[in-house]
Nanobody, 125 residues
Framework: QVQLVESGGGSVQTGGSLTLSCAVS????????IGWFRQVPGKKPEGVSC????????YYAGFVKGRFTISRDTAQNTIYLQMNSLNPEDTAQYYC??????????????????WGQGTQVTVSS
């Protein structure tokens, strides 16, 4: 049974940092594209970042490039999203995702097979 459990969300001030974690069970991170989406109420989920270790590919949305870093720990089967220089526009529910077919070759589509329950990030000015 596949399960993705996020943690690490919270409230920070503009310019602050947070690291989100996603503990994965049920599939091997080396063989899946993994990543992060975010969503604010009333809007569609937007892809933040993904990575595919077998293809050696990583993608960052333009609005986070240079500020966020995606990584994984295969021993812990955990995905991370290090977020720096946060601003109020980053306020959203953040979801980790996984899919065995997507290649992480460009902008992320919301059709990923597996989703976590989400963790809230709130950035105040």
């Amino acid at each position: 049974q596949v399960q993705l459990v996020e943690s690490g969300g919270g409230s920070v001030q503009t310019g602050g940092s947070l690291t989100l974690s996603c503990a994965v069970s049920g599939f091997n991170l080396d063989y899946y594209t993994i990543g992060w989406f975010r969503q604010v109420p009333g809007k569609k989920p937007e892809g933040v970042s993904c990575m595919n270790s077998r293809r050696g590919s990583t993608y960052y949305a333009g609005f986070v490039k240079g500020r966020f870093t995606i990584s994984r720990d295969t021993a812990q089967n955990t995905i991370y999203l290090q977020m720096n220089s946060l601003n109020p526009e980053d306020t959203a529910q953040y979801y980790c995702v996984g899919d065995g077919h997507y290649s992480c070759s460009g902008p992320m589509l919301p059709g990923y097979e597996y989703w976590g329950q989400g963790t809230q990030v709130t950035v105040s000015s």
